[in-house]
């Protein structure tokens, strides 16, 4: 949380649907004092079309409910010609991670933004090695 604090000189937003249950377990939000944290799902987000230069996603899309109405609303919340980045994790069915993603159905949901190609599949992140039918992928435009 969140990743993009990496950049400098950017304003940086957070949309979480789970804001309020990590206010009531103490999550130290204090640690971000440059990141505008909104409490919302991402098939709903309260903001202006066209409000964002950039979108960074990672590992996020495969837990919302419904991703058709996610890529939407960033479609919609993306200024045109605006930066697009996502890490997607390609998995089975589960609980957790009801949406099963795979090349074709991030194109049909994602296919609008311009430019937009993959740049990268990897089994391994910082955290884990993935089982042999899974992977991270990155798909970005830029």
Not at 79 to 89: E, I, Q, S, T
Request: charged share 20%; glycine share 6%.
């Amino acid at each position: 949380m969140p990743s993009a604090t990496c950049f400098r000189g950017a304003e940086v937003f957070s949309l979480e649907p789970l804001i309020p249950r990590y206010l009531d377990a103490g999550f130290p939000f204090h640690y971000y004092p440059g990141v505008q944290f909104i409490a919302s799902h991402a098939e709903e987000i309260p903001c202006e079309s066209a409000f964002f230069d950039a979108v960074i996603s990672v590992n996020a899309i495969d837990h919302v409910d419904f991703p058709a109405g996610a890529a939407a609303e960033i479609r919609r919340v993306l200024k045109p010609g605006g930066l697009f980045r996502m890490h997607v994790h390609y998995h089975q069915y589960s609980t957790c991670e009801p949406v099963m993603f795979t090349d074709e159905k991030f194109l049909e949901l994602f296919g609008w933004c311009h430019g937009l190609r993959k740049v990268r599949t990897t089994q391994t992140s910082h955290s884990q090695n993935l089982p042999p039918d899974e992977s991270f992928v990155v798909w970005s435009n830029f």
